[in-house]
């Protein structure tokens, strides 16, 4: 049995320990707070419920520790740490920043496999964005997300004065990636790609108008989005708004056959409408998840499996999902995978 | 620069080509043919075109060889052949003797890498299956075919008496699609997956009710499907079947959160229409392809450069596309890919 610490118990650590939950190879051994240990009840009286500051004497105990807190504070100092002492799983999502956290971790994971940002984008998604252009060259990522909610907008609407409650839907533009899919490789803006759905409570004397235009004109967040705002009432906000659906798609549209040039060089080119040159090749990979961290729980879950064996492989040091042999992942023996799944 | 050797130049062989042309790290030096080189035109004269039977000769100028051939009979004797001289990649494809297949190769592949059975189905299908299962453990996969032009039953239709042409084009059936992407789980026979749409043309003093009876009929091919045949003329067929468009899909529909049985096991549970006890999770990868050999070539050529960048590294033996890390697929290096595309 791979025995499984979790670090941080919210939303994405309650996925992770459900998940680990049908794993027949894992256990969960303890979670691991910053909050005071007994306000976390674990219906499994065989976990235990520690202070994140005896981590340190759990080193026997655990073989892979997966962490659930945010990138933005918690991983760029608890990583490294845990990293020296315990096999770990992280889904770091600063996209600029993971060059050198990595090396930060790398640093360290002398002894121990620290597989870094994983979950789904960056991860599962990131696999995809890597395989599809490996195999088609000439061609176009385009990565799209939702419909989703999005923790961090929902959180920029709720700073708003008069607001009480908020959620914030990330959708892809249909006609954007009804676009791709017909093989014209379109450049999409910011705009183009994705527009933003906000459900919002207000309090009852806040000035609505004054609402939506805080939101619609918020930089960075949404003002280079289309973006709709619908008031609703607490009732309807607790009954539609509370789960956390999300997904998202990863779309290649490429082509085969090569055109010269004419100066010695033979080179893909997209000449938009003219597809005579060659064949178009479309990929797509596509999530619709009812709950985003249930299934990014899953993820880390089939990732800290991995963890544990290169860890017994002696392949330390900082690792990335493109870095892991699928065959890692699955619960099944190498060779039952290839006989059954190959 | 990879040097490419080819071995055998039909459809298949030419996509390889093509693939291998726009890659810039990448050069095509020989391809190998059992008929007579001099039947054997390539465009860029650098290419070597010469008889298999002169392979040993070569084997300081090859890096990796792609193997071209068919499964059933060429790969058998060649690829362990092959494999003890080079680096090998190829597309060994029929799933059940995949494993006593690999296990030829990896005795004899002693000082180089054999990746076997790549392509998209077994290939790319093969490493979805796998990543899917180990994130959903409680789910069902779900492989369709098509719709796209399958070789081997259009082979089957013409050694019919009196056919001429023909094109077999393989369907998933939409309704068990939808029942798949609805999260149902349901169990599909061979029948309720596929249809089978046939192109014929047949001979002017043909019986054509026998012709289509001899179809829907033929055991293994079409007696256990749906099958519509279709008689159209010669100038029709050579208009719109003689591409080999094909494509499909892998798809996972799955729950997160366990139930617990009372028997003290927490498994998951397929309720059927009663997804109240957790959350049902999507995954789906998909491809639409203008030209399966193009694209089924241009895999190749990317587990090619794998098979090149393992060898250097002594990874020596059989692979399987589950054994190969994804940073080893990219043109680029592994920390331009983890920058740009994690």
């Avoid at 674990?42 to 520690?50: E, G, P």
Wanted: proline share 4%; with cysteine.
């Amino acid at each position: 049995m791979i025995r499984i610490g979790i670090v941080g118990y919210g939303n994405l650590g309650r996925g992770v320990a459900k998940a680990v939950d049908i794993c027949p190879d894992m256990e969960l051994r303890a979670v691991f707070t910053r909050r005071d240990p007994r306000s976390i009840k674990i219906a499994d009286s065989n976990v235990a419920v520690l202070s994140v500051d005896s981590v340190a004497n759990m080193v026997d105990d655990i073989d892979v520790m997966i962490f659930c807190g945010g990138s933005a504070s918690d991983l760029p100092v608890q990583g490294p740490f845990f990293a020296s002492l315990f096999n770990t799983v992280d889904s770091y999502d600063t996209h600029a920043m993971i060059p050198g956290y990595m090396a930060s971790i790398d640093a360290v994971a002398k002894n121990t496999t620290a597989i870094i940002s994983t979950g789904w984008d960056p991860g599962l998604f990131s696999i995809m964005r890597v395989l599809f252009e490996a195999v088609l060259p000439d061609g176009d990522n385009y990565t799209f997300w939702g419909e989703g909610l999005s923790q961090g907008h929902s959180d920029a609407i709720r700073r708003i004065k008069g607001v009480l409650h908020a959620a914030q839907y990330t959708v892809p533009v249909e006609s954007a990636v009804n676009s791709v899919r017909s093989g014209a490789r379109p450049v999409l803006g910011t705009r183009q790609k994705h527009l933003r759905k906000c459900f919002v409570v207000a309090d009852d004397d806040a000035d609505k108008d004054e609402i939506e235009n805080a939101i619609k004109t918020m930089p960075h967040y949404f003002a280079d989005y289309n973006t709709s705002v619908h008031f609703i009432d607490a009732d309807e906000f607790a009954k539609t708004h509370t789960n956390m659906p999300h997904g998202g798609m990863v779309l290649r549209s490429g082509n085969t056959v090569g055109v010269n040039t004419g100066d010695g060089n033979t080179v893909g080119v997209n000449t938009g409408d003219d597809r005579t040159f060659g064949h178009n090749q479309h990929m797509e990979f596509s999530l619709k998840l009812e709950s985003n961290p249930e299934f990014t729980g899953s993820v880390l879950v089939a990732y800290a499996r991995a963890a544990y064996r290169m860890s017994k492989e002696g392949l330390y040091g900082a690792k990335t999902v493109l870095d892991v042999p699928l065959s890692y992942l699955a619960i099944k023996d190498r060779l039952d995978v290839i006989r059954e799944l190959l």
